[in-house]
């Protein structure tokens, strides 16, 4: 199965959007039929704008010092969105082999999250940067860097 992006048009058609998708549309004969399933693509600039704050915020968080087993425990980026993403409420539960739950992050990934429900924890995500780490800065404040930083890739 070949997944190709498309966009519609000022008439209403839906025109192939890179040339993956004009290859594709070039090889089929003329007439011929073909069946898609359409999903609608989240915004990657605004997927890019989250990651952004994520990178911003963790440059800005800095944990107590911490040792386990004689070797100092640093900050992990990965560990660090999880958390972030579970806090802003955002999460799948299980059970581990102690009989403990565990949060995990639900998955960010553009096949698991459409735009909207992407929305919601961006602005989630936000509310908990703001109030656990970037606590002097306001939601403008945060907005403006944001952006400048994306100015700058």
């Known amino acids: 199965m070949t997944a190709i992006v498309l966009t519609k048009t000022a008439g209403g ?6 040339q993956q998708a004009v290859d594709f549309i070039a090889k089929l004969k003329l007439g011929a039929g073909v069946t898609a399933t359409v999903k609608q693509q989240r915004n990657p600039k605004h997927h890019r704008k989250f990651f952004a704050l994520l990178n911003l ?3 800005a968080w800095e944990p107590d010092a911490m040792e386990y087993k004689g070797a100092r425990v640093g900050k992990n980026f990965d560990q660090f969105r999880n958390d972030l993403v579970v806090l802003a409420g955002h999460y799948e539960m299980a059970v581990n082999f102690k009989g403990e739950v565990r949060l ?5 990934s553009f096949g698991s999250m459409d735009q909207a429900e ?6 989630d995500v936000v509310n908990v940067v703001l109030a656990k780490i970037l606590t ?6 945060l907005d ?3 952006n400048q930083l ?3 890739t």
Do not use: G
Not at 13 to 18: E, F, G
Not at 104 to 108: D, G, L
Not at 136 to 141: A, E, I, K, P, V
């Open 104 to 108: 995990t992050a639900k998955s960010i």
């Open 150 to 152: 994306l100015s700058f």
């Open 13 to 18: 058609a839906l025109m192939p959007a890179d």
């Open 118 to 123: 992407f929305d919601a924890l961006y602005s």
């Open 144 to 146: 403006n860097v944001i």
């Open 136 to 141: 002097r800065y306001t939601r403008d404040d």
């Open 57 to 59: 915020a963790f440059e």
